[in-house]
């Protein structure tokens, strides 16, 4: 019965309900580097991606950026260039393209990749499938990256 009621919640709600399927991280498809279509098809959101871009257990970006934005954090990495003024050295889609598998952009980077199931794969069993961001979190810091401009 409660299952009949939720089946008919959901047919009558249906098209407002259903969240549009991630991209799974090994079908992800790079055009020179970028990613043209949104992983989620949601768009990302800036403040999120501030906070994922910040946190050392997700994209811990700032291991080896420098960002002025974020001044409250005190210690930036020099590995990576600065991050200032990103949103006008690339486009969204090469901005997904990075953080998804830098590699795809530049093939020698020790940047890691964010969103690639096969690498992942390569690694150790335990992480296996399993990405450092969601698709979710990559769409956020996209959005993020997106605000640093002059
Ligand atoms: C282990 C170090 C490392 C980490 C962690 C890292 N990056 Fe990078 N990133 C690099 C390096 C090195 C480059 C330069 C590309 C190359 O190798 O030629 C780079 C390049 C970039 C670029 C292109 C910048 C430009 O101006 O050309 C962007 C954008 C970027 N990273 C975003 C990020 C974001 C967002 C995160 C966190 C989700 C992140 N990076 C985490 C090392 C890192």
Request: with cysteine.
């Amino acid at each position: 019965m409660k299952n009949q009621l939720l089946a008919a919640l959901v047919v009558c709600v249906g098209p407002t309900l259903v969240a549009a399927e991630d991209v799974a991280s090994s079908d992800v498809i790079f055009s020179d580097g970028a990613v043209l279509a949104s992983l989620t098809g949601v768009a990302g959101d800036a403040v999120a991606g501030r906070a994922a871009f910040i946190n050392r257990k997700q994209g811990n970006c700032l291991a080896c950026h420098t960002n002025s934005e974020i001044p409250e954090q005190s210690f930036h990495g020099e590995v990576g260039p600065p991050l200032d003024f990103v949103s006008e050295r690339w486009t969204a889609e090469e901005l997904r393209g990075i953080v998804s598998n830098a590699k795809m952009m530049f093939p020698d980077t020790i940047m890691p990749a964010f969103y690639n199931g096969v690498e992942a794969d390569r690694t150790l069993k335990k992480f296996a499938g399993k990405t450092v961001l969601s698709a979710q979190q990559v769409e956020d810091i996209v959005a993020y990256l997106q605000t640093l401009s002059e």
